[in-house]
């Protein structure tokens, strides 16, 4: 059987979607043990890998079935000025994802961050429809037929705004309120009928109150969706985890996974990580608790038969955002992706292979 999109959508399973991909991997790349379990695994890749890391590259390639671009689908990168669009990082990723045989995923349409300068300054209720539809329009039907899914919104609930539904107050919120998911994904299944459409969120992960707000709003949120006829196909769970957080209720992840399915949606696990910033000691105490973190996880929301895949943000140390934006107290780099910073598999690389290889096998 070939890669079709087809595969992932209407319910058909990620097995198909893998099945003509399986062939060329000689290895036992995660894309394997995914593939094996009737699943997909990915990674987010940015934009310099792409184009300068052949070692990098060469190693998304044995453990891959799909690739995600970091920045690559953003407005700031993508739509820079008004009538100015830069396809460039979009493009070389996408080139090397087909010469690879290798999936892509797109993300993001709509989203509060990564908007340029002249968007921001520009927008306001009476143009923001538009604006919305054009870059979608534009952006979606300039990949049209090469991507196997999109986060099209992103992060769009917050419940500690207290807006009604739990709505983030965002700049897009301001201009169209809840309207502006049905612009969105209208536009966005326009532009690409074959692609997963995914609404894209984080903070759903963990026992916490604030979880629980979240994991409640999107429910409903899904729920609306589904009865206004919103075309949208699942869920997108970033799943950015914190080893040592003790608040990782399995019962309550498996719970809220069928909730999501009972809905009629798929889940994908958009943004896999498990930052160490709590764990103190040498890098093997480290990594220990971050594969055990991750497994956890992976293997409560791996019983779900609805949970597509595992994505994770970045798939090497060398390079994560993690590094950035929660930076460790020693100053050490991260140990929170499959690959350490010199590509060597870390434990979490054995604890989500081994959640794949446990998981009860879907499609
Ligand atoms: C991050 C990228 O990894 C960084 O390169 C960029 O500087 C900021 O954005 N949730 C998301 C992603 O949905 O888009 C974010 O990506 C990480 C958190």
New binding site residues.
Partial sequence: MSLTRRHVLGGVSAAGLLSGLQAQAADDGLRTHAAANGRFFGSAV?ANSVSGDKALMAQEIIECALLGG??AF?WDTLHPGKDVYNFADGDALVKFAQKQKLGVRG??MLWH??MPDWLVKSLNSTNAAGLLQTHIQHVMGHFAGKMLQWDVA??VLEPADKLPGGYRDTPWFRALGPQMLDIAFNAAAQADPGALLLL?E?GLEYAWDVHKAKRERVLNLLSELKSRGVPIGGLGM?S?LEAGVPELDQNMLRQFCADVGALGFKIVIT?FDVRDNRITGDVNTRDQAVAAHGRAYLDAVLDAPNVMGVVS?GLSDKHT?LN?DYPRADKQLQRALPLDDQLQRTPLWYAIAGAFDAAPKIG
């Fill in positions: 940015d970091e920045d953003k993300h993001t961050k990564a992103n992060e894209n984080y970033q950015h943004e943000w955002w950035h």
